[in-house]
């Protein structure tokens, strides 16, 4: 088990992907700042260049860590694109104008979740998918450790899970920061950090990026992760001993978004890319990538691997509120002021 400050200190990374030599008509250039698993990234990018002869350069990152790459470079902007990645950053994206206003055609194939994303932003973002917050664990592992699972938000502060939990640090994270939120929203703010503080006691390391945590279950370093529950599928389906399971008390949601960074050089090309993006074929990338959140166009088939959303008890999490850059970047600095800093 890794020290949790060695962990929350990994040096990030960051793939730059550059795809391969494009035939002579090529039609500029388009660069995506990637929150999505990898493989999604580089599928959707593979996918636009084939279709329009635009070359794309990808960079994933967390949905955190984008945020903060997008407002040290607003003076002179070098992606076009954001794509994927939590909503929570993706509206104080654009409450603070690093990200461009655009009206896609393709908004009224969106399921109403993924269309109030975009009203509420004033077209700022938009939902590309939502999935649910829960825990993952290895069943193995907890088996040898004479662990039962857990089934609610409280049993992850049972001794039995001593140094066998892992979260994502919400600074870089976005995963991270919707397990903050929700917990805020489910207990109210002070219950809530005596929750975080208490939990801190179990958590052997926040990694830096949100699928950190259900890896180092796949892999039997951890016994239980705080993760997106379709992120959990991904590894079941790898072959790893995965199980998840929806906390009892009720479970918070991401819609995962997509935004136009404002000021792009390729704007252009950035609106063909959402435009494109929205559509069933473009979402299917995802399913056909392991990746099975919810598609936000109606008329993706939603993947029948991917957890029921209908039957998961969900907060009526309010997107507004967490997603206000002042309240998001409060909650963050109090996370690491008063629970990340205990020994
Ligand atoms: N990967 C997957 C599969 C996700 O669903 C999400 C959330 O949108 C992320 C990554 C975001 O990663 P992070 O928590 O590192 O911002």
């Given at each position: 088990?890794r020290?949790r400050?060695?962990a929350t200190l990994a040096?990030a990374f ?21 929150s999505?698993q ?23 990152k967390g949905s955190g860590e ?19 990645g939590t909503?929570d950053p ?43 917050m829960?825990f993952g ?28 939990i892992q979260m994502a640090n919400p600074q870089s994270s976005g995963t991270a920061y919707v397990m903050i939120a929700t ?13 975080l503080?208490?939990l801190?006691?179990?958590v052997n390391a926040y990694p830096r990026s949100g699928t950190g945590p259900i890896k180092a279950v796949?892999?039997?370093?951890t016994?239980v992760s705080i993760s997106f529950?379709?992120d ?22 991401e ?77 963050i600095?109090?996370w690491d002021?008063?629970v990340n800093?205990?020994?």
């Amino acid at each position: 088990m890794r020290p949790r400050h060695l962990a929350t200190l990994a040096v990030a990374f960051a793939a730059t992907l550059t795809l391969g030599a494009l035939p002579a008509a090529a039609q500029g250039s388009l660069n995506v700042y990637c929150s999505a698993q990898v493989e999604w990234c580089q599928a959707a990018a593979n996918a636009f260049q084939k279709e329009t002869n635009i070359r794309v350069n990808v960079s994933q990152k967390g949905s955190g860590e984008v945020l903060a790459q997008i407002r040290a470079e607003a003076q002179n902007p070098r992606g076009d694109i954001w794509f994927g990645g939590t909503g929570d950053p993706h509206l104080q994206a654009a409450e603070d104008k690093l990200s461009a206003e655009y009206r896609s055609p393709m908004l009224d194939q969106l399921h109403d979740w993924a269309r109030k994303q975009a009203e509420q932003s004033h077209y700022r973002t938009v939902g590309i998918y939502a999935g649910a917050m829960g825990f993952g664990y290895n069943p193995e592992l907890l088996a040898r450790r004479n662990a039962a699972p857990p089934a609610c938000w409280k049993d992850l502060l049972d001794a039995r899970f001593r140094g066998e939990i892992q979260m994502a640090n919400p600074q870089s994270s976005g995963t991270a920061y919707v397990m903050i939120a929700t917990i805020v929203q489910l207990m109210g703010e002070e219950p809530a950090f005596e929750y975080l503080k208490a939990l801190h006691r179990n958590v052997n390391a926040y990694p830096r990026s949100g699928t950190g945590p259900i890896k180092a279950v796949a892999r039997g370093e951890t016994g239980v992760s705080i993760s997106f529950v379709h992120d959990a599928v991904t590894e079941r389906l790898g072959g790893f001993p995965v199980q998840y399971v929806v906390p009892c008390e009720g479970t918070g949601y991401e819609i995962g978004s997509m935004s136009i960074i404002a000021g792009a050089r390729n704007e252009r090309n950035a609106r063909r890319f959402y435009d494109w993006a929205l559509t069933p074929a473009a979402q299917q990338l995802g399913a056909e990538t392991k990746q099975f959140q919810t598609p936000s166009n109606r008329n993706t088939p939603v993947p029948a691997e991917a957890p029921k959303m209908d039957q998961i008890r969900l907060i009526d999490y309010d997107f507004a509120k967490y997603g206000a850059s002042a309240e998001r970047r409060r909650l963050i600095e109090r996370w690491d002021r008063e629970v990340n800093s205990l020994p």
